[in-house]
């Protein structure tokens, strides 16, 4: 039963008209066309990765500019030899003052 469907099915394959030159050109160009798209497609969606990308590269690099800006800023200047012993004398008279009570 199985060889009298594929003998019918290769006689009606037979009988079917063979494909134009002009139906595979058109099929083809078809084809050619949608690859194109497809490869553009891709192509921008891989500059925009490559943008967003960048973007936050430089969003990383700010930041860290930032925080290192910020780091300087908190560093407290040393103090002068003149301003240490204004601050030590200061908290000796309180020590004093406060052992008087």
Known sequence: MAAKAKEAALE??????????????????????KEAAQAAARAEKLAERERVKAEREAAKEQAAAE???????????????EEKKAARD????????????
């Open 12 to 33: 009606k394959m037979k009988a079917k008209p063979p494909i134009s030159e002009e139906v595979l050109a058109e099929r083809k160009a078809a084809r050619l066309a």
């Open 90 to 101: 200061e908290r000796y008279a309180a020590r004093k003052k406060r052992k008087k009570r």
């Open 67 to 81: 925080a290192a800006a910020a780091a300087a800023a908190a560093i407290v200047p040393e103090l002068t030899e």
